[in-house]
């Protein structure tokens, strides 16, 4: 975690990568945070991946839709939609300081300066969706713990070895599908200590697995989505790691 300086002299933490980020706060993040994003860069976002899934003979078309859908982030569009939702954002992964001291107002001072905000909200994007593939091992060390991974992406190993939880297929269809609480479920029966058998008890884990790192769940999640071909684009959660002055920028190159 990195450390900042309030306007009030005050100090708040905020992440540097992965690591820093919980299962848990993922989750919450897509269900509660993601869900309030301004329409209009729903919009952007969605023009972005039309242009940049387009085939050359169209790409001029959705470019000039891009393009039109930043330019439609006027003073207003930014000042009463879009800096709230980057303070939203940021302060969700801050710890130490709210909503209303980055917007500021009376009883909150003068509030974050608006390119640190942008800042902090671009590195917070950039986190969450640079997202590499780890380099593969077995061995997971938490809290000078070893947590033990099965064979690499199950090669010489049958499903029927690790399926010994009745709910382990459904759960396994959930993370296909995009739900990550089903992860830490499955994490309760493949995440064990060195030569620890299936029990009932290892789903008493989950709570403890939602409350690791983003990076130390993603070997985990990478596992699966080697063996089952799943799209790294369901892992991202919003537009690409890029801040908006940035765009607008090069929509006027």
């Known amino acids: 975690m990195q450390t900042y300086n309030t306007s009030e002299g005050g100090k708040f933490t905020f992440p540097e990568s992965l690591a820093d980020v919980t299962l848990k706060q993922y989750i919450d993040f897509l269900n509660f945070v993601e869900p309030t994003k301004p329409q209009e860069l729903v919009n952007i976002q969605s023009a972005y991946y039309e242009y940049y899934e387009a085939e050359e003979k169209d790409a001029e078309v959705y470019k000039a839709k891009y393009e039109a859908e930043i330019d439609k982030l006027t003073d207003r569009v930014m000042i009463k939609k879009v800096y709230p939702y ?111 058998m299936y029990s009932d008890s290892l789903m008493k884990r989950e709570e403890m697995f939602l409350n690791w790192s983003l990076e130390n769940c993603l070997r985990v999640s990478f596992f699966f989505l080697k063996r089952s071909e799943i799209s790294i684009l369901s892992l991202r959660a919003f537009t690409q790691a890029q801040d908006l002055g940035k765009l607008k920028r090069e929509s006027n190159d």
């Open 86 to 196: 980057y303070a939203r954002v940021v302060s969700f992964f801050a710890e130490g300081i709210t909503e209303q001291q980055i917007l500021g107002g009376k009883k909150h001072g003068d509030g974050m300066n608006l390119g640190h905000l942008q800042f902090l909200y671009s590195r917070v994007v950039e986190i969450l969706n640079n997202i590499q593939e780890p380099e593969y091992s077995n061995v997971i060390l938490v809290d000078n713990e070893l947590w033990y991974l099965p064979l690499r992406y199950m090669e010489k190993a049958k499903l029927i070895e690790y399926a010994e939880a009745s709910q382990f297929e459904a759960n396994m269809k959930d993370l296909e599908n995009g739900n990550w609480l089903a992860l830490a479920k499955i994490m309760c029966v493949l995440v064990r200590k060195e030569e620890e």
